[in-house]
Protein backbone atom coordinates (compact mmCIF):
# COMPACT_ATOMS: atom_id res chain seq x y z
CA UNK A 1 0.00 0.00 0.00
CA UNK A 2 1.12 3.61 -0.56
CA UNK A 3 -0.30 4.66 2.50
CA UNK A 4 -0.62 3.86 5.94
CA UNK A 5 -2.90 3.08 8.66
CA UNK A 6 -1.80 3.26 12.20
CA UNK A 7 -3.12 1.65 15.42
CA UNK A 8 -1.62 4.72 16.98
CA UNK A 9 -1.71 8.43 16.79
CA UNK A 10 1.92 9.50 16.01
CA UNK A 11 3.50 12.10 17.85
CA UNK A 12 3.30 15.75 15.79
CA UNK A 13 0.36 14.33 13.52
CA UNK A 14 -2.79 16.78 12.32
CA UNK A 15 -6.15 16.57 12.66
CA UNK A 16 -8.51 16.01 9.74
CA UNK A 17 -11.87 17.08 10.75
CA UNK A 18 -15.19 15.30 8.62
CA UNK A 19 -17.84 18.23 8.06
CA UNK A 20 -21.44 16.86 6.89
CA UNK A 21 -23.19 19.44 4.05
CA UNK A 22 -24.17 22.21 6.34
CA UNK A 23 -22.73 21.05 9.58
CA UNK A 24 -19.47 23.33 9.72
CA UNK A 25 -21.36 24.76 13.04
CA UNK A 26 -21.55 21.87 14.49
CA UNK A 27 -17.57 20.41 13.92
CA UNK A 28 -16.31 21.39 16.78
CA UNK A 29 -13.96 23.46 14.93
CA UNK A 30 -12.41 26.48 16.75
CA UNK A 31 -12.32 30.06 15.63
CA UNK A 32 -9.47 30.20 13.19
CA UNK A 33 -10.35 27.15 11.42
CA UNK A 34 -14.11 28.03 11.17
CA UNK A 35 -13.30 31.25 10.06
CA UNK A 36 -10.91 30.02 7.43
CA UNK A 37 -13.58 27.43 6.28
CA UNK A 38 -16.14 30.21 6.03
CA UNK A 39 -13.38 32.12 3.68
CA UNK A 40 -13.06 30.10 1.54
CA UNK A 41 -16.36 28.92 1.00
CA UNK A 42 -16.32 25.35 2.71
CA UNK A 43 -19.37 24.23 4.22
CA UNK A 44 -19.08 20.22 4.31
CA UNK A 45 -19.26 19.93 0.06
CA UNK A 46 -18.59 15.94 -0.84
CA UNK A 47 -15.01 15.34 -1.13
CA UNK A 48 -13.96 18.94 -0.87
CA UNK A 49 -10.80 18.73 0.92
CA UNK A 50 -9.39 22.15 2.91
CA UNK A 51 -5.84 22.68 4.32
CA UNK A 52 -6.55 25.08 7.33
CA UNK A 53 -2.72 27.20 8.03
CA UNK A 54 -1.23 27.89 10.97
CA UNK A 55 -0.18 31.49 11.80
CA UNK A 56 3.39 30.92 9.95
CA UNK A 57 1.59 29.74 7.05
CA UNK A 58 1.92 26.00 7.78
CA UNK A 59 0.40 23.20 7.69
CA UNK A 60 -2.22 23.06 11.18
CA UNK A 61 -5.41 20.32 9.79
CA UNK A 62 -7.53 19.88 7.02
CA UNK A 63 -11.39 19.83 6.61
CA UNK A 64 -13.08 16.74 4.31
CA UNK A 65 -16.39 17.37 2.92
CA UNK A 66 -18.98 14.02 3.41
CA UNK A 67 -21.84 15.71 1.82
CA UNK A 68 -25.49 15.32 2.23
CA UNK A 69 -25.43 11.50 0.28
CA UNK A 70 -23.96 8.34 1.34
CA UNK A 71 -20.57 8.66 0.46
CA UNK A 72 -18.91 6.66 3.55
CA UNK A 73 -15.98 5.95 1.93
CA UNK A 74 -15.22 9.69 0.96
CA UNK A 75 -11.83 9.44 3.16
CA UNK A 76 -10.08 8.02 0.72
CA UNK A 77 -9.73 11.87 -0.89
CA UNK A 78 -7.03 11.83 2.33
CA UNK A 79 -4.76 9.63 0.56
CA UNK A 80 -4.44 11.38 -2.48
CA UNK A 81 -5.53 15.09 -1.12
CA UNK A 82 -3.35 15.66 2.26
CA UNK A 83 0.24 16.82 2.33
CA UNK A 84 3.13 14.47 3.28
CA UNK A 85 3.12 13.66 7.05
CA UNK A 86 1.22 12.05 9.54
CA UNK A 87 -2.37 12.66 10.30
CA UNK A 88 -5.67 11.41 12.33
CA UNK A 89 -9.06 11.53 12.63
CA UNK A 90 -10.57 14.66 14.86
CA UNK A 91 -14.07 13.42 14.75
CA UNK A 92 -15.33 10.74 12.69
CA UNK A 93 -18.70 10.99 10.96
CA UNK A 94 -20.21 7.84 10.45
CA UNK A 95 -18.61 4.05 10.81
CA UNK A 96 -14.78 4.39 11.92
CA UNK A 97 -14.21 1.34 9.53
CA UNK A 98 -15.76 2.42 6.93
CA UNK A 99 -13.58 5.94 7.17
CA UNK A 100 -10.21 3.67 7.81
CA UNK A 101 -11.11 1.89 4.89
CA UNK A 102 -11.73 5.05 2.64
CA UNK A 103 -8.21 6.06 3.57
CA UNK A 104 -7.03 2.51 2.49
CA UNK A 105 -8.61 2.23 -0.75
CA UNK A 106 -7.80 5.83 -1.61
CA UNK A 107 -4.61 5.65 -1.56
CA UNK A 108 -4.92 2.18 -4.34
CA UNK A 109 -2.26 2.76 -7.27
CA UNK A 110 -1.87 0.72 -10.22
CA UNK A 111 2.28 1.01 -10.64
CA UNK A 112 2.93 -2.52 -12.46
CA UNK A 113 4.18 -1.17 -14.95
CA UNK A 114 6.36 1.91 -14.14
CA UNK A 115 4.19 4.77 -12.46
CA UNK A 116 5.66 5.31 -9.87
CA UNK A 117 3.89 5.67 -6.15
CA UNK A 118 4.49 8.87 -4.82
CA UNK A 119 2.24 9.12 -1.83
CA UNK A 120 3.13 9.31 1.91
CA UNK A 121 0.49 9.30 4.25
CA UNK A 122 -0.05 8.07 7.79
CA UNK A 123 -3.50 8.55 9.07
CA UNK A 124 -4.16 6.81 12.79
CA UNK A 125 -7.15 4.53 12.75
CA UNK A 126 -10.91 5.79 13.68
CA UNK A 127 -11.46 5.09 17.48
CA UNK A 128 -13.31 1.68 17.29
CA UNK A 129 -12.19 0.87 13.97
CA UNK A 130 -11.40 -2.72 13.83
CA UNK A 131 -7.99 -2.33 12.05
CA UNK A 132 -7.27 -5.92 11.24
CA UNK A 133 -10.42 -6.32 9.29
CA UNK A 134 -10.01 -3.27 7.55
CA UNK A 135 -6.63 -3.84 6.26
CA UNK A 136 -7.73 -7.52 5.64
CA UNK A 137 -10.44 -6.15 3.15
CA UNK A 138 -8.15 -3.14 1.60
CA UNK A 139 -5.72 -6.15 0.66
CA UNK A 140 -8.63 -7.70 -0.90
CA UNK A 141 -9.56 -5.34 -3.09
CA UNK A 142 -6.75 -4.41 -3.85
CA UNK A 143 -5.96 -8.18 -5.21
CA UNK A 144 -9.09 -7.84 -7.42
CA UNK A 145 -7.95 -4.34 -8.87
CA UNK A 146 -4.33 -5.19 -9.71
CA UNK A 147 -5.71 -8.73 -11.40
CA UNK A 148 -8.32 -6.96 -13.64
CA UNK A 149 -6.09 -3.81 -14.32
CA UNK A 150 -3.55 -6.15 -15.67
CA UNK A 151 -3.43 -6.55 -19.68
CA UNK A 152 -3.99 -9.96 -21.11
CA UNK A 153 -0.77 -10.32 -22.63
CA UNK A 154 0.36 -10.83 -18.93
CA UNK A 155 -3.03 -12.26 -17.41
CA UNK A 156 -3.89 -15.33 -19.94
CA UNK A 157 -5.50 -18.34 -18.78
CA UNK A 158 -2.14 -19.54 -17.19
CA UNK A 159 -1.02 -16.37 -15.38
CA UNK A 160 -4.52 -16.55 -13.75
CA UNK A 161 -4.12 -19.90 -12.72
CA UNK A 162 -0.71 -18.88 -11.32
CA UNK A 163 -2.66 -16.26 -9.29
CA UNK A 164 -4.84 -18.62 -8.25
CA UNK A 165 -2.34 -20.44 -6.35
CA UNK A 166 -0.61 -17.69 -5.20
CA UNK A 167 -3.56 -17.15 -2.76
CA UNK A 168 -4.29 -20.48 -2.18
CA UNK A 169 -0.72 -21.55 -1.12
CA UNK A 170 -1.29 -18.46 1.32
CA UNK A 171 -3.68 -20.57 3.05
CA UNK A 172 -2.63 -24.01 2.37
CA UNK A 173 -5.69 -24.33 0.33
CA UNK A 174 -5.70 -27.01 -2.66
CA UNK A 175 -5.91 -26.45 -5.89
CA UNK A 176 -6.67 -28.93 -9.27
CA UNK A 177 -6.52 -27.63 -12.59
CA UNK A 178 -8.32 -29.47 -15.58
CA UNK A 179 -7.32 -28.26 -19.13
CA UNK A 180 -7.05 -28.37 -22.41
CA UNK A 181 -8.45 -31.81 -23.87
CA UNK A 182 -8.77 -33.38 -20.80
CA UNK A 183 -11.98 -30.83 -20.40
CA UNK A 184 -13.44 -33.01 -22.59
CA UNK A 185 -12.32 -36.78 -21.11
CA UNK A 186 -13.70 -35.18 -17.67
CA UNK A 187 -17.19 -33.48 -19.34
CA UNK A 188 -16.44 -29.70 -19.41
CA UNK A 189 -17.55 -29.53 -23.12
CA UNK A 190 -18.81 -25.74 -22.84
CA UNK A 191 -15.48 -24.34 -21.19
CA UNK A 192 -13.45 -26.57 -23.78
CA UNK A 193 -15.33 -25.03 -26.73
CA UNK A 194 -15.22 -21.29 -25.58
CA UNK A 195 -11.60 -21.43 -25.22
CA UNK A 196 -10.29 -23.93 -27.73
CA UNK A 197 -9.39 -21.19 -29.98
CA UNK A 198 -7.41 -19.64 -27.74
CA UNK A 199 -3.06 -19.57 -27.57
CA UNK A 200 -3.32 -20.86 -23.92
CA UNK A 201 -5.40 -23.92 -23.37
CA UNK A 202 -8.96 -23.43 -21.26
CA UNK A 203 -8.80 -24.46 -17.82
CA UNK A 204 -10.96 -24.85 -14.93
CA UNK A 205 -9.62 -24.03 -11.76
CA UNK A 206 -10.68 -25.79 -8.49
CA UNK A 207 -9.69 -24.32 -5.25
CA UNK A 208 -11.15 -26.09 -1.90
CA UNK A 209 -10.07 -25.06 1.30
CA UNK A 210 -11.37 -25.79 5.27
CA UNK A 211 -13.26 -28.86 7.20
CA UNK A 212 -15.01 -30.88 4.99
CA UNK A 213 -17.73 -31.35 7.37
CA UNK A 214 -17.78 -27.53 7.37
CA UNK A 215 -21.10 -25.94 5.77
CA UNK A 216 -20.33 -26.14 1.83
CA UNK A 217 -20.33 -22.71 0.49
CA UNK A 218 -18.75 -22.43 -3.28
CA UNK A 219 -17.82 -19.52 -4.85
CA UNK A 220 -18.08 -19.62 -9.30
CA UNK A 221 -16.05 -16.76 -11.05
CA UNK A 222 -16.30 -16.08 -14.93
CA UNK A 223 -12.39 -16.30 -16.31
CA UNK A 224 -12.64 -15.09 -19.83
CA UNK A 225 -9.12 -13.19 -19.98
CA UNK A 226 -9.84 -11.37 -22.36
CA UNK A 227 -13.13 -11.25 -25.18
CA UNK A 228 -12.74 -10.67 -28.59
CA UNK A 229 -16.12 -12.01 -29.21
CA UNK A 230 -15.12 -14.87 -30.80
CA UNK A 231 -16.77 -14.93 -35.02
CA UNK A 232 -19.40 -12.46 -33.72
CA UNK A 233 -16.64 -10.38 -33.16
CA UNK A 234 -16.89 -6.81 -31.01
CA UNK A 235 -15.99 -3.77 -32.87
CA UNK A 236 -12.40 -2.53 -31.84
CA UNK A 237 -14.56 -0.14 -29.34
CA UNK A 238 -15.94 -2.55 -26.93
CA UNK A 239 -12.83 -4.38 -26.82
CA UNK A 240 -10.67 -1.53 -25.24
CA UNK A 241 -11.85 -2.89 -21.90
CA UNK A 242 -12.20 -6.78 -22.25
CA UNK A 243 -8.96 -7.23 -20.08
CA UNK A 244 -11.24 -6.66 -17.65
CA UNK A 245 -14.06 -9.55 -18.71
CA UNK A 246 -12.13 -12.09 -15.79
CA UNK A 247 -13.19 -9.64 -13.72
CA UNK A 248 -15.69 -12.28 -12.03
CA UNK A 249 -12.96 -14.94 -11.19
CA UNK A 250 -10.46 -11.67 -9.72
CA UNK A 251 -13.69 -11.04 -7.25
CA UNK A 252 -14.32 -14.58 -6.30
CA UNK A 253 -10.93 -14.56 -6.00
CA UNK A 254 -10.40 -11.97 -3.40
CA UNK A 255 -13.50 -12.80 -1.77
CA UNK A 256 -12.09 -15.97 -1.18
CA UNK A 257 -9.36 -14.27 0.42
CA UNK A 258 -11.46 -12.74 2.82
CA UNK A 259 -12.76 -16.56 3.86
CA UNK A 260 -9.95 -17.88 4.03
CA UNK A 261 -7.54 -15.03 6.23
CA UNK A 262 -10.82 -14.50 8.93
CA UNK A 263 -10.77 -18.26 9.38
CA UNK A 264 -14.84 -18.50 8.45
CA UNK A 265 -15.89 -22.31 9.50
CA UNK A 266 -16.71 -23.04 6.08
CA UNK A 267 -15.78 -25.82 3.70
CA UNK A 268 -14.86 -23.13 0.85
CA UNK A 269 -14.40 -24.19 -2.77
CA UNK A 270 -13.81 -22.19 -5.58
CA UNK A 271 -14.72 -22.28 -9.27
CA UNK A 272 -12.76 -20.28 -12.25
CA UNK A 273 -13.18 -21.75 -15.71
CA UNK A 274 -10.19 -19.41 -17.31
CA UNK A 275 -10.01 -18.98 -21.33
CA UNK A 276 -9.39 -16.40 -23.91
CA UNK A 277 -12.68 -16.15 -26.05
CA UNK A 278 -10.52 -16.08 -28.97
CA UNK A 279 -10.80 -16.28 -33.13
CA UNK A 280 -8.92 -19.13 -35.01
CA UNK A 281 -9.94 -22.02 -37.63
CA UNK A 282 -10.71 -24.41 -34.41
CA UNK A 283 -13.48 -21.73 -33.12
CA UNK A 284 -16.68 -22.21 -32.13
CA UNK A 285 -19.39 -21.21 -34.46
CA UNK A 286 -23.21 -19.46 -34.28
CA UNK A 287 -25.25 -21.92 -34.66
CA UNK A 288 -23.02 -24.85 -33.29
CA UNK A 289 -24.94 -26.83 -30.86
CA UNK A 290 -23.06 -27.74 -27.48
CA UNK A 291 -23.37 -30.76 -25.29
CA UNK A 292 -23.08 -29.46 -21.89
CA UNK A 293 -21.85 -30.95 -18.58
CA UNK A 294 -25.47 -31.29 -17.01
CA UNK A 295 -26.64 -32.68 -20.38
CA UNK A 296 -28.73 -29.96 -21.80
CA UNK A 297 -27.64 -29.20 -25.37
CA UNK A 298 -27.25 -25.65 -26.40
CA UNK A 299 -27.50 -24.27 -29.77
CA UNK A 300 -25.24 -20.95 -29.99
CA UNK A 301 -27.25 -18.02 -31.49
CA UNK A 302 -23.85 -15.11 -30.28
CA UNK A 303 -20.42 -16.26 -29.60
CA UNK A 304 -19.92 -13.62 -28.14
CA UNK A 305 -22.62 -14.46 -25.20
CA UNK A 306 -19.37 -17.15 -24.25
CA UNK A 307 -19.46 -16.10 -20.34
CA UNK A 308 -22.38 -17.88 -19.65
CA UNK A 309 -21.04 -20.70 -21.22
CA UNK A 310 -18.58 -21.47 -19.08
CA UNK A 311 -19.79 -20.71 -16.05
CA UNK A 312 -22.76 -22.86 -16.77
CA UNK A 313 -20.12 -26.22 -16.42
CA UNK A 314 -18.76 -25.15 -13.31
CA UNK A 315 -22.01 -24.47 -11.76
CA UNK A 316 -23.05 -28.00 -12.79
CA UNK A 317 -20.21 -29.26 -11.18
CA UNK A 318 -20.38 -27.09 -8.28
CA UNK A 319 -24.47 -27.71 -7.90
CA UNK A 320 -23.44 -31.65 -7.45
CA UNK A 321 -22.32 -31.25 -4.07
CA UNK A 322 -25.49 -29.38 -2.70
CA UNK A 323 -23.59 -26.41 -1.21
CA UNK A 324 -25.54 -24.60 1.22
CA UNK A 325 -24.50 -21.48 -0.68
CA UNK A 326 -23.63 -21.23 -4.48
CA UNK A 327 -22.74 -17.38 -5.75
CA UNK A 328 -21.07 -16.61 -9.27
CA UNK A 329 -20.13 -13.91 -10.33
CA UNK A 330 -19.27 -12.51 -13.89
CA UNK A 331 -18.77 -9.73 -15.91
CA UNK A 332 -21.59 -10.76 -18.06
CA UNK A 333 -23.77 -8.72 -19.96
CA UNK A 334 -23.59 -5.25 -20.95
CA UNK A 335 -27.57 -4.98 -20.23
CA UNK A 336 -26.55 -4.73 -16.38
CA UNK A 337 -25.28 -1.54 -17.14
CA UNK A 338 -27.53 -0.17 -19.45
CA UNK A 339 -30.07 -0.91 -16.63
CA UNK A 340 -28.49 0.19 -13.53
CA UNK A 341 -25.12 1.86 -14.86
CA UNK A 342 -21.67 0.97 -13.28
CA UNK A 343 -21.96 1.45 -10.18
CA UNK A 344 -24.54 -0.87 -8.64
CA UNK A 345 -24.24 -4.31 -9.70
CA UNK A 346 -27.68 -6.32 -9.82
CA UNK A 347 -27.97 -10.09 -8.11
CA UNK A 348 -30.13 -12.50 -8.81
CA UNK A 349 -31.94 -15.04 -6.33
CA UNK A 350 -35.14 -17.15 -5.58
CA UNK A 351 -34.21 -17.15 -2.01
CA UNK A 352 -36.20 -14.44 -0.19
CA UNK A 353 -33.87 -14.77 3.21
CA UNK A 354 -30.50 -14.55 1.16
CA UNK A 355 -31.71 -11.35 -1.02
CA UNK A 356 -32.75 -9.58 2.40
CA UNK A 357 -29.56 -10.43 4.15
CA UNK A 358 -27.52 -9.10 0.78
CA UNK A 359 -29.50 -5.86 0.84
CA UNK A 360 -29.09 -5.40 4.41
CA UNK A 361 -25.36 -6.39 4.15
CA UNK A 362 -24.75 -4.05 1.06
CA UNK A 363 -26.05 -1.53 2.92
CA UNK A 364 -24.29 -1.46 5.92
CA UNK A 365 -20.83 -1.58 4.67
CA UNK A 366 -21.31 1.00 1.39
CA UNK A 367 -20.72 -1.77 -1.32
CA UNK A 368 -24.36 -1.04 -3.02
CA UNK A 369 -26.18 -3.96 -5.38
CA UNK A 370 -29.94 -4.40 -6.21
CA UNK A 371 -31.52 -7.13 -6.76
CA UNK A 372 -33.42 -7.95 -9.91
CA UNK A 373 -36.06 -10.46 -11.10
CA UNK A 374 -35.71 -13.81 -11.84
CA UNK A 375 -38.73 -13.73 -14.31
CA UNK A 376 -39.43 -16.77 -15.52
CA UNK A 377 -41.93 -15.99 -18.62
CA UNK A 378 -38.71 -14.04 -19.96
CA UNK A 379 -37.16 -18.03 -19.90
CA UNK A 380 -39.09 -18.73 -23.28
CA UNK A 381 -37.04 -16.24 -25.11
CA UNK A 382 -33.85 -18.70 -24.87
CA UNK A 383 -35.95 -21.26 -26.71
CA UNK A 384 -34.40 -23.69 -29.52
CA UNK A 385 -36.04 -24.88 -32.11
CA UNK A 386 -33.39 -27.66 -32.56
CA UNK A 387 -31.64 -27.98 -28.83
CA UNK A 388 -32.54 -27.85 -24.89
CA UNK A 389 -31.98 -24.12 -24.65
CA UNK A 390 -30.30 -21.23 -27.02
CA UNK A 391 -27.53 -19.10 -25.35
CA UNK A 392 -29.16 -16.35 -26.16
CA UNK A 393 -32.78 -14.70 -26.78
CA UNK A 394 -33.31 -13.14 -30.42
CA UNK A 395 -34.84 -9.27 -29.89
CA UNK A 396 -31.97 -8.33 -27.20
CA UNK A 397 -34.84 -7.41 -24.27
CA UNK A 398 -33.75 -7.90 -20.44
CA UNK A 399 -30.69 -9.56 -21.53
CA UNK A 400 -29.77 -9.46 -18.07
CA UNK A 401 -32.45 -11.38 -16.46
CA UNK A 402 -32.41 -13.43 -19.81
CA UNK A 403 -28.57 -14.63 -19.15
CA UNK A 404 -28.93 -15.28 -15.16
CA UNK A 405 -32.38 -17.14 -16.70
CA UNK A 406 -29.72 -19.53 -18.71
CA UNK A 407 -27.30 -19.59 -15.72
CA UNK A 408 -30.17 -20.62 -13.55
CA UNK A 409 -30.48 -23.94 -16.16
CA UNK A 410 -27.78 -25.09 -14.76
CA UNK A 411 -28.33 -25.05 -10.89
CA UNK A 412 -31.20 -27.05 -8.53
CA UNK A 413 -29.31 -28.39 -5.93
CA UNK A 414 -27.68 -26.09 -4.12
CA UNK A 415 -29.78 -24.78 -1.23
CA UNK A 416 -28.71 -20.57 -1.81
CA UNK A 417 -28.03 -19.98 -5.24
CA UNK A 418 -27.31 -16.10 -6.29
CA UNK A 419 -25.94 -14.45 -9.44
CA UNK A 420 -23.94 -11.35 -9.41
CA UNK A 421 -23.83 -9.43 -13.10
CA UNK A 422 -20.98 -6.73 -11.72
CA UNK A 423 -19.02 -4.40 -14.11
CA UNK A 424 -15.68 -4.90 -12.00
CA UNK A 425 -14.81 -1.20 -13.35
CA UNK A 426 -14.71 1.91 -12.47
CA UNK A 427 -15.02 4.81 -15.05
CA UNK A 428 -14.69 7.78 -13.05
CA UNK A 429 -12.28 9.14 -10.12
CA UNK A 430 -13.86 8.67 -6.69
CA UNK A 431 -12.49 9.47 -3.31
CA UNK A 432 -11.71 5.83 -2.65
CA UNK A 433 -11.06 4.08 -6.24
CA UNK A 434 -9.02 5.70 -9.36
CA UNK A 435 -10.55 4.77 -12.87
CA UNK A 436 -9.86 1.02 -13.57
CA UNK A 437 -10.42 -2.52 -12.29
CA UNK A 438 -12.98 -2.63 -9.00
CA UNK A 439 -14.13 -5.09 -6.67
CA UNK A 440 -17.89 -4.91 -6.51
CA UNK A 441 -20.17 -6.91 -3.99
CA UNK A 442 -17.52 -9.00 -2.45
CA UNK A 443 -17.22 -6.74 1.13
CA UNK A 444 -21.13 -6.98 1.43
CA UNK A 445 -21.08 -10.74 0.94
CA UNK A 446 -18.19 -11.08 3.01
CA UNK A 447 -20.25 -9.31 5.84
CA UNK A 448 -22.97 -11.43 5.43
CA UNK A 449 -20.84 -14.60 5.30
CA UNK A 450 -18.47 -13.61 8.61
CA UNK A 451 -22.37 -13.18 10.54
CA UNK A 452 -23.84 -16.18 8.94
CA UNK A 453 -20.41 -18.36 10.10
CA UNK A 454 -18.56 -16.11 12.84
CA UNK A 455 -14.91 -17.03 13.65
CA UNK A 456 -14.82 -19.61 16.87
Known amino acids: MPIEIKGKMPDGSKPVWLVRSGGL ?179 LIDVEWGKKDAPRVTLVGKGVCFDTGGLDIKPSSSMLLMKKDMGGAANVLALASLIMDAKLPVRLRVLIPAVENSISANAFRPSDILASRKGLTVEIGNTDAEGRLVLADALALADDEEPEILIDMATLTGAARVALGPDLPPFYTNDETFAAEVARAADTVADPVWRMPLWQPYESKLSSRVADTNNVTTDGFAGSITAALFLQKFVGKAKVWAHFDIYGWNPVEKPHSPVGGEAQAIRALYHLLKHRYPSK
Open 25 to 203: NDAGLDDRALNWAKANGFDGQSARLLIIPNDKGEVAGALLGTGKDDVRLVAGKLATGLPKGSWHFANVVGEPNLAALGFLLGGYKFTKYGKKDELDVTLASPAGADKVDVRRLANAVTLARDLINTPTNDMGPEALEQAVRKVADNYKASVNVIKGDALLKQNFPMIHAVGRAGSEEPR
